[in-house]
């Protein structure tokens, strides 16, 4: 037997992203030494470049997400202008609500069955899948056209869906692969930048619209407003909403080679595959950015059948996963992430999906536009400055302070403020001027994000196990989505009630004031999540023992009998 476990493999994967730590420990033949020692290179690390570029490649994914979530508060407003003539140029509001909620509901299936997944089959098999359909989507999306037999609203509401799926994929998988693969000191900061790139997404998506309105302007200034936008000026608009939709396949099609040639992160390898040879040679491709060998299978095999004898950590199935949320503190864990993400989305996606309506509400979108170039051309620089004084620079300040302040500070702080600032915007709307309400929303959007829209990302994972640690943020991430369409579907419609052609969003107050109920109730989920900041993964998720070789006896003793009768694992 000592001869076998003497015999380790060199295993193919890795890119200049992702480094493959395998090989560095292949002399070692104990699985629980050369998990630890393994781990610790991954955690004990200095911050490099290889380090970026997998901050990169990841929040490319995430560029790509936002953009093509954020711009439908500018696409639906383009869409009533080319297709809505007979209602003065707009969407009706269950057509409005229909789009932007279509993307919404594709995220929820995504986050929830690419986390399952990416547990079950592993982090490397999933990741670029997903970005494959957020391009197929996004460019169908793009070239959509309705027919006697279909609207186009229909087919946009189809193509956005699936592309809701790719994108809710990306939440769980771009998390938990940087989480992984991060050492421990700048985690937080490293899953931050990834997140931040949502920011830049935003901002790229504003800006897209503004070129696109002033590389149209001489057709869009014939008409004086969106009610009589016919003939060349029609023709603009249509051409800018599908060249809007369609850049977002771009910088997609850049980070797809990159995703889909990582090496699997070394922890889903050891705790889940349970393949020593090829964790070793993981974390090797990782840090040197390149393939190391080729795997020998008869040697994996062998060791992989010493390692489900000699491993301690526990196996994944069906049974564990049932087992470990009925304990209480991991149901309360679980509740804090999930129930924090919730109660964030139904207040920010409610805003950020109307960021148009917000601004023409409070007077500036369609303040002194005397033609559709005008009115879009407002439109479009309101978002820029939205993006840009509250969005990008709350996300940076986030990446700049996590590892610092801690993730549960920051969270309770934001939400704490946010209630503030919707009270304040809620019960105040009619004695502010417009300016007013701009600053307070801008200041909404830059606590939204140097607060809990980054944490609840980043929290999720790092605190779960590794076998479950996906499932878990898919979970976490679809209780957000559920909050956004209540948001959006339920409660920002309700700013329309007793519209007149004078006030088209008479409730937008009240609004307001049920979004700071929901930031006061996200102060009380934050209290179930734990500070994460400067511990190792295996600390947080009560695998420590695991990750410094002093073997606690093990959580389920019948797993090894369950592998062993061939019961399926989760």
């Given at each position: 037997?000592?001869?076998?476990?003497?015999?380790?493999?060199?295993?193919?994967?890795?890119?200049?992203?992702?480094?493959?730590?395998?090989?560095?420990?292949?002399?070692?033949?104990?699985?629980?030494?050369?998990?630890?020692?393994?781990?610790?290179?991954?955690?004990?690390?200095?911050?490099?470049?290889?380090?970026?570029?997998?901050?990169?490649?990841?929040?490319?994914?995430?560029?790509?997400?936002?953009?093509?979530?954020?711009?439908?508060?500018?696409?639906?407003?383009?869409?009533?202008?080319?297709?809505?003539?007979?209602?003065?140029?707009?969407?009706?509001?269950?057509?409005?609500?229909?789009?932007?909620?279509?993307?919404?509901?594709?995220?929820?299936?995504?986050?929830?069955?690419?986390?399952?997944?990416?547990?079950?089959?592993?982090?490397?098999?999933?990741?670029?899948?997903?970005?494959?359909?957020?391009?197929?989507?996004?460019?169908?999306?793009?070239?959509?056209?309705?027919?006697?037999?279909?609207?186009?609203?229909?087919?946009?509401?189809?193509?956005?869906?699936?592309?809701?799926?790719?994108?809710g994929g990306d939440y769980p998988l771009s998390s938990i692969i940087t989480s992984e693969f991060a050492t421990t000191r700048w985690r937080g900061a490293m899953?931050?930048?990834?997140?931040?790139?949502?920011?830049?997404?935003?901002?790229?998506?504003?800006?897209?619209?503004?070129?696109?309105?002033?590389?149209?302007?001489?057709?869009?200034?014939?008409?004086?407003?969106?009610?009589?936008?016919?003939?060349?000026?029609?023709?603009?608009?249509?051409?800018?909403?599908?060249?809007?939709?369609?850049?977002?396949?771009?910088?997609?099609?850049?980070?797809?080679?990159?995703?889909?040639?990582?090496?699997?992160?070394?922890?889903?390898?050891?705790?889940?595959?349970?393949?020593?040879?090829?964790?070793?040679?993981?974390?090797?491709?990782?840090?040197?950015?390149?393939?190391?060998?080729?795997?020998?299978?008869?040697?994996?095999?062998?060791?992989?059948?010493?390692?489900?004898?000699?491993?301690?950590?526990?196996?994944?199935?069906?049974?564990?996963?049932?087992?470990?949320?009925?304990?209480?503190?991991?149901?309360?864990?679980?509740?804090?992430?999930?129930?924090?993400?919730?109660?964030?989305?139904?207040?920010?996606?409610?805003?950020?999906?109307?960021?148009?309506?917000?601004?023409?509400?409070?007077?500036?979108?369609?303040?002194?536009?005397?033609?559709?170039?005008?009115?879009?051309?407002?439109?479009?620089?309101?978002?820029?400055?939205?993006?840009?004084?509250?969005?990008?620079?709350?996300?940076?300040?986030?990446?700049?302070?996590?590892?610092?302040?801690?993730?549960?500070?920051?969270?309770?702080?934001?939400?704490?403020?946010?209630?503030?600032?919707?009270?304040?915007?809620?019960?105040?709307?009619?004695?502010?001027?417009?300016?007013?309400?701009?600053?307070?929303?801008?200041?909404?959007?830059?606590?939204?994000?140097?607060?809990?829209?980054?944490?609840?990302?980043?929290?999720?994972?790092?605190?779960?196990?590794?076998?479950?640690?996906?499932?878990?943020?898919?979970?976490?991430?679809?209780?957000?989505?559920?909050?956004?369409?209540?948001?959006?579907?339920?409660?920002?419609?309700?700013?329309?009630?007793?519209?007149?052609?004078?006030?088209?969003?008479?409730?937008?107050?009240?609004?307001?004031?049920?979004?700071?109920?929901?930031?006061?109730?996200?102060?009380?989920?934050?209290?179930?999540?734990?500070?994460?900041?400067?511990?190792?993964?295996?600390?947080?998720?009560?695998?420590?023992?695991?990750?410094?070789?002093?073997?606690?006896?093990?959580?389920?003793?019948?797993?090894?009998?369950?592998?062993?009768?061939?019961?399926?694992?989760?």
């Open positions: 037997m000592a001869e076998r476990e003497s015999k380790v493999a060199k295993t193919a994967g890795g890119n200049n992203a992702f480094h493959n730590f395998h090989n560095d420990f292949t002399h070692i033949a104990d699985p629980n030494e050369r998990r630890r020692l393994a781990l610790a290179e991954i955690d004990k690390a200095p911050f490099g470049w290889y380090h970026v570029r997998a901050c990169v490649v990841a929040g490319v994914g995430f560029f790509t997400d936002s953009y093509d979530i954020f711009v439908v508060s500018m696409l639906t407003i383009m869409l009533g202008i080319v297709y809505y003539g007979d209602s003065k140029g707009k969407l009706p509001t269950s057509s409005d609500n229909a789009v932007k909620l279509s993307t919404s509901a594709g995220t929820v299936i995504g986050q929830l069955g690419f986390g399952m997944l990416a547990d079950m089959v592993g982090r490397k098999r999933m990741y670029g899948l997903e970005l494959i359909v957020i391009i197929f989507a996004t460019l169908a999306q793009a070239l959509s056209s309705g027919s006697p037999a279909c609207s186009i609203i229909g087919v946009i509401i189809f193509w956005r869906v699936l592309m809701g799926v790719g994108i899953m931050g930048a990834v997140f931040a790139m949502q920011g830049i997404g935003q901002l790229v998506g504003a800006l897209v619209m503004l070129f696109l309105t002033l590389g149209f302007k001489n057709q869009l200034k014939g008409s004086a407003d969106i009610a009589h936008c016919t003939g060349t000026c029609q023709v603009a608009v249509d051409k800018m909403w599908r060249t809007l939709v369609g850049f977002g396949a771009v910088p997609a099609c850049i980070a797809l080679y990159y995703r889909l040639t990582i090496p699997e992160t070394p922890r889903y390898t050891f705790d889940v595959a349970r393949d020593v040879e090829k964790a070793d040679d993981d974390v090797k491709a990782y840090v040197n950015g390149k393939a190391e060998g080729k795997p020998d299978e008869v040697a994996r095999a062998e060791a992989q059948v010493v390692a489900r004898e000699n491993l301690q950590v526990p196996k994944a199935s069906f049974r564990d996963f049932c087992r470990h949320y009925s304990q209480l503190k991991n149901f309360l864990l679980i509740l804090g992430t999930a129930g924090s993400w919730f109660c964030l989305d139904v207040a920010y996606y409610g805003l950020s999906l109307n960021n148009g309506t917000i601004l023409e509400a409070i007077g500036y979108s369609t303040k002194n536009a005397n033609n559709v170039y005008e009115f879009l051309y407002n439109t479009a620089v309101g978002n820029v400055i939205i993006v840009l004084a509250g969005a990008v620079p709350g996300y940076w300040v986030s990446v700049a302070t996590i590892d610092t302040f801690g993730r549960k500070p920051i969270q309770l702080m934001g939400f704490t403020i946010l209630t503030i600032l919707f009270i304040v915007m809620g019960f105040a709307y009619h004695k502010l001027s417009s300016n007013g309400l701009l600053a307070i929303y801008v200041l909404a959007q830059f606590f939204f994000n140097f607060g809990p829209n980054t944490t609840t990302f980043i929290v999720p994972g790092e605190v779960f196990p590794t076998r479950y640690r996906s499932t878990s943020h898919g979970i976490s991430a679809a209780s957000g989505k559920i909050g956004s369409i209540i948001g959006q579907g339920a409660i920002s419609t309700l700013r329309t009630h007793g519209a007149t052609a004078d006030n088209a969003a008479p409730w937008l107050d009240h609004v307001l004031e049920i979004y700071a109920l929901f930031m006061l109730l996200g102060c009380f989920t934050t209290l179930l999540i734990p500070e994460t900041a400067r511990k190792t993964l295996e600390e947080l998720s009560g695998e420590d023992d695991y990750a410094t070789g002093t073997h606690a006896p093990r959580s389920i003793d019948d797993e090894e009998s369950n592998v062993a009768k061939g019961e399926p694992q989760a």
